[in-house]
C-alpha cells in the first residue's frame, strides 16, 4: 500500500466449487469514519513515508486451476482493498488489504494483545514453523514488529505451503483496526523485506495460472451518500482477467526497469486538464509512476501539482491540515487524462477527484504533492492510486514484466452492485453485506529486517 491514508477497500475472498477459467467475487466498502481532513492528511503523509526517500517460500499447489477471481470489499471511501485468505493447518481465516505497492505477507499474532484485530494463532497450526528473525514495518502512523515464519497459505482456491510470512505482536496504536488482520504485498520480491517469494509469485513459479497475470475492478462509494458500512467493492482475479468486466484490448506497458525495481513502475507520459496539456517533466528524463492499489490518491512532485492547479481558476494551496493539497471551486468540473506511454489515453472520474467540500464554496482535490526524490532514490517519481484506477480496469503482467489498462464496461455505473456473467454469481450477493474494515493507517511505509 502506499499512503498513510484512512480510506481503504478490502476484498472478501471466494474459492469455486470448480476449476474455472476466471472465477469472480464481488467487493464491499465500509465506512470506518466520515471524510476529513485529518483522514486525507494521515494517506498522504501514510505514502509520503512508503516511498519517500527512498529466501523464496518452498511452495507447492494441492490444487491447480487455471485462475481464481476474489471478491473486494470497499472500506473508507474507496481506500483499499483487502481479500480472506486461509492460513494454517487446520486453516484459520482473515481479511487482509491487497496491496501492489509493497511485497510482503503479515498477519497480527498471538502475542500481539493490543492488536485490538483477529490475531493468527500459530500453536494451533501444525504446519506453523518459526524463525528467530525479528522485523520491523513501519508506516506514517506508527510501527508493525513480529518475527518471520512460514505456514501453508491459501487464497481463492491456490494454495502455498512453506509460505513465509511475519507475524506481527506489537502494533502502535493508529495501526490498529477491527476486522482486518494484515496485509498481503503484490508487488516483487525485490523489496519484500522477508526477502522471500510474494504470495502471488510462489503460484505463478509453480505453473499454477493460465496467465502470468492478476486483474483489478474497483468500484466507487466515494460520492454516494447512502452507502453503507460494507459495499461491493470490487474483483480481483488471479492467473487470467475478467472479461465481463471490460471492453476492448488491454493496453500494456513494459516496465523499464522490469521486476528489478520492485514496484510496478512505468512511465508517466502526459496529463492533460480539460484538453490542456499540462508537462509532466521539464527535462529529457523519464517519469515512472508506481501503479498502487493500496494507495487511495494520486501523488505528484510539487512542481508539476503546482502547474497544474495553476490551470484551474479559483484554485489555491491548501494549508494547515491541508498542506500539500490543493482546494479548488466546487462547481469545477475536474477533467483530468493520463497518459503512460501505450496507445491510449485514460480519463479521471471528477468524482474520483474531487475529495471533499472543505468550505461553502472550496474542494480538496485528489492530486497532492510528494517528494520521493524520484529515480536517484531509486524511488517512483509519481504514485498513482485508487482516484486513478476506479476508472480503469487494471492489469499487472509478470511476464513480460508490464502493466495494462482497459475501459470498463460498464463506466457509467461504477457502483456496480453485484458482478453478472463472470462466474461470481451468488458469490456476489453472499459477501455483499459482509463486515471488513480496514484503516488507511495501515498503510506500508517500510520494513527493515532487524
Not at 489555491?316 to 468540473?333: I, K, M, V
Amino acid at each position: 500500500m502506499l499512503p498513510s491514508i484512512h480510506l481503504s477497500t478490502s476484498l472478501l475472498l471466494a474459492t469455486a466449487s470448480t476449476a474455472a477459467a476466471s472465477l469472480s467475487v464481488p467487493i464491499h466498502r465500509r465506512a470506518t469514519s466520515a471524510p476529513s481532513a485529518e483522514r486525507y492528511q494521515a494517506m498522504a503523509s501514510h505514502l509520503r513515508h512508503k516511498y519517500g526517500g527512498g529466501g523464496s517460500a518452498a511452495s507447492r499447489m494441492s490444487r491447480r486451476q487455471s485462475s481464481a477471481s476474489v471478491s473486494l470489499a470497499d472500506l473508507s471511501l474507496d481506500s483499499s482493498y483487502s481479500a480472506q485468505l486461509q492460513i494454517g493447518t487446520p486453516a484459520q481465516t482473515f481479511s487482509v488489504i491487497m496491496d501492489t505497492g509493497s511485497s510482503d505477507l503479515w498477519l497480527a499474532g498471538p502475542d500481539c494483545t493490543s492488536c485490538e484485530m483477529t490475531t493468527f494463532d500459530t500453536s494451533s497450526s501444525s504446519s506453523f514453523e518459526t524463525s528467530d528473525t525479528a522485523v520491523r514495518i513501519s508506516y506514517g502512523s506508527g510501527q508493525a514488529r513480529g518475527t518471520i515464519g512460514s505456514d501453508t497459505v491459501t487464497m481463492g482456491g491456490f494454495t502455498v505451503q512453506g509460505q513465509t510470512l511475519a507475524i506481527v505482536h506489537s502494533l502502535t496504536d493508529g495501526l490498529k483496526v477491527n476486522n482486518v488482520s494484515g496485509l498481503m504485498g503484490l508487488g516483487f520480491s525485490s523489496i519484500a523485506t522477508t526477502k522471500s517469494q510474494p504470495f502471488w509469485f510462489s503460484l505463478l513459479s509453480s505453473n499454477a495460472f493460465a496467465q502470468p497475470v492478476m486483474g483489478f475492478y474497483l468500484t466507487r462509494w466515494l460520492n454516494v451518500e447512502s452507502a453503507q458500512a460494507v459495499e461491493f467493492g470490487g474483483v480481483f482475479t488471479m492467473g487470467g482477467t475478467n472479461t465481463s468486466l471490460y471492453t476492448g484490448d488491454v493496453d500494456f506497458v513494459d516496465l523499464p526497469n522490469g521486476q528489478a525495481g520492485g514496484f510496478w513502475t512505468i512511465p508517466v507520459e502526459s496529463v492533460t486538464l480539460a484538453g490542456q496539456s499540462i508537462p509532466v517533466t521539464t527535462s529529457s528524463s523519464s517519469i515512472l509512476g508506481a501503479i498502487d492499489t493500496g494507495t487511495t490518491l494520486i501523488g505528484a512532485p510539487p512542481s508539476f501539482v503546482e502547474s497544474f492547479y495553476s490551470a484551474i481558476q479559483g484554485s489555491e494551496p491548501g494549508t494547515g491540515q491541508w498542506e500539500g493539497f490543493y482546494l479548488y471551486p466546487c462547481d469545477t468540473a475536474v477533467n483530468l487524462t493520463m497518459n503512460f506511454g501505450g496507445a491510449k489515453s485514460w480519463p479521471v472520474s471528477d468524482d474520483d477527484f474531487k475529495l471533499m467540500q472543505v468550505s461553502d464554496s472550496l474542494c480538496a482535490g485528489g492530486l497532492f504533492e510528494i517528494d520521493t526524490g524520484g529515480s536517484a532514490n531509486g524511488a517512483p517519481d509519481w504514485i498513482v492510486g485508487d482516484t486513478f484506477l476506479k476508472n480503469v480496469y487494471s492489469v499487472f503482467r509478470a511476464s513480460p514484466p508490464s502493466v495494462g489498462f482497459a475501459a470498463l464496461a460498464n463506466p457509467g455505473d461504477p457502483t456496480g452492485g453485484e458482478v453478472s456473467g463472470n462466474g461470481a454469481g451468488a458469490a456476489a450477493g453472499s459477501v455483499n453485506r459482509c463486515a471488513v474494515a480496514w484503516a488507511a493507517a495501515m498503510a506500508l511505509v517500510g520494513a527493515v529486517v532487524l
